[in-house]
């Protein structure tokens, strides 16, 4: 089993910036890829990021390239996603878990990202 403790998120006007933190313990020696998801009012949860094995490949959906990073810290067991430039849309709970969806079995209680116009 997989615990995950999201954190970082808070309220913040569009153009603003946050830094999201994902703590990750128990079974996650066999774990390669992480990524965050994101949740927005009234809709499907999505996925946003995602962050190989190698630190150095990751992916983005189409709408955070160039103001979102995702990176991890191996040592700590860690999952960041700095969020820049933040928009009203990118309000959402964020969630962290492995890659791909089909190998999640839970999910943490998410951190809500708030931005306002």
């Known amino acids: 089993q997989v615990q995950l403790v999201e954190s970082g998120g808070g309220l913040v006007q569009a153009g603003g910036d946050l830094r999201l933190s994902c703590e990750a313990s128990?079974?996650?020696?066999?774990?390669?890829?992480w990524a965050w998801y994101r949740q927005a009012p009234g809709k499907e949860r999505e996925w946003v990021a995602t962050?190989?094995?190698?630190?150095?490949?990751?992916h983005y959906i189409g709408s955070v390239k160039g103001r979102f990073t995702i990176s991890r810290d191996n040592a700590k067991n860690t999952i960041f996603l700095q969020m820049n430039n933040l928009k009203p849309e990118d309000t959402a709970v964020y969630y962290c878990?492995?890659?791909?969806?089909?190998?999640?079995?839970?999910w943490g209680r998410g951190t809500q990202v708030t931005v306002s116009s």
């Open positions: 878990n492995v890659f791909p969806v089909k190998r999640i079995k839970s």
């Open positions: 128990g079974s996650i020696s066999s774990i390669n890829a």
């Open positions: 962050i190989g094995g190698d630190v150095t490949t990751t």
